[in-house]
């Protein structure tokens, strides 16, 4: 053995050299996924925000192991409305005011989006961040407003998060609305498979924080957004924040949709699902045909020129159906 490595060196050189090449690699991975976290953009408030509280449209409230932010506009029935992972209440904006003249509408800033935050300082997100404390929380919130039935949904993971909570208390719930949410039990693609990794997830998800980043997010997952720059902004701001950082990783992790499928069958309100045709994230061919196997009772609705963030594409289309379906 001696002989050999003194006859070759250069090939004890190079072997050591990536060891120590593979070492800096993985030093520099673990740090980045567990001691780096990028900036949070603390300075400037969002000007969606700004704009709520100026008339006085949004607050908060204690609920369950969370302070939940929410937004609240016009009489009537109550209509509650979850954000996407990653998105909060603003994702909403052009629906909920023609959604109001008509209904008392809630959009929440689920746990780990826009401002809500954990109500203890030191949170165990494992824990916490899962399926149960949302649904408990959702439900002392509606405690707070409206003891009846509601009609509940959202776009995305919220939409998921509201199919969860519409079966764990269907006593709660007159109607369930998807706007190309999650809840069944398909694979996700790739790019939300790889931030759900360990490690390699954690640094995708810290590295990718950026508002470059933010315009390309928004620019693939919708097809008729004009995603300016006055978008990306209020987009990012809550975007940056450490809580939501961590949460929307672990949630990534956590929260799975086996039970929420085999659940549907049990359900007896009426179902809307609304799908943006060009989703490229939930893609229409895999999820409708599930929606319709699984629930053959609900009212499916495909929507041209819209993709995953559907109510961003065609907001009018998305509010009118969804006024139509509430009313019927």
Not at 104 to 114: F, L
Not at 147 to 160: D, K, L, M, T
Not at 208 to 224: E, G
Not at 295 to 301: F, K, R, S, W, Y
Request: aromatic share 12%.
């Amino acid at each position: 053995m001696y002989t050999f490595w003194s006859r070759h060196p250069w090939l004890r050189r190079c072997i050591f050299g990536m060891l120590a090449f593979l070492v800096v690699v993985i030093s520099a991975l673990l740090a980045l996924a567990y001691l780096y976290m990028p900036p949070e953009e603390r300075t400037e408030t969002p000007t969606y925000l700004t704009y709520l509280q100026a008339r006085h449209l949004d607050g908060y409230v204690d609920a369950g192991d969370f302070r939940l932010h929410y937004l609240h506009e016009g009489k009537g029935a109550p209509v509650v409305l979850l954000p996407g992972n990653g998105a909060w209440i603003y994702s909403f904006r052009d629906i909920v005011p023609t959604l109001a003249q008509h209904y008392s509408v809630y959009a929440i800033d689920t746990p780990g989006d826009g401002y809500t935050t954990p109500l203890l300082p030191h949170p165990d997100y494992a824990t916490l961040y899962t399926l149960t404390p949302i649904d408990q929380s959702i439900l002392a919130f509606l405690d707070h407003f409206h003891p009846g039935r509601v009609a509940i949904g959202g776009n995305s993971e919220g939409g998921g998060i509201a199919l969860s909570f519409a079966e764990h208390y269907p006593e709660r719930v007159s109607k369930y609305l998807s706007l190309d949410g999650t809840g069944l039990n398909i694979p996700d693609s790739w790019f939300w498979q790889l931030t759900a990794a360990p490690v390699i997830g954690e640094v995708y998800t810290k590295l990718t924080i950026s508002r470059d980043a933010m315009r390309q997010i928004l620019s693939a997952v919708t097809v008729h957004l004009q995603v300016t720059d006055a978008v990306v902004e209020n987009y990012y701001i809550p975007y940056t924040f450490h809580l939501n950082v961590v949460s929307w990783w672990v949630m990534e992790c956590r929260i799975h949709w086996e039970e929420t499928e085999q659940q549907l069958a049990q359900m007896n309100i009426p179902i809307l699902v609304i799908w943006g045709k060009q989703d490229t994230v939930l893609d229409p061919q895999l999820y409708l045909p599930r929606w319709r196997h699984v629930a053959p009772q609900a009212t499916i609705v495909e929507i041209d020129q819209a993709g995953y963030a559907v109510q961003e594409d065609q907001p009018e289309q998305v509010s009118q159906t969804l006024l139509h379906f509430l009313a019927s």
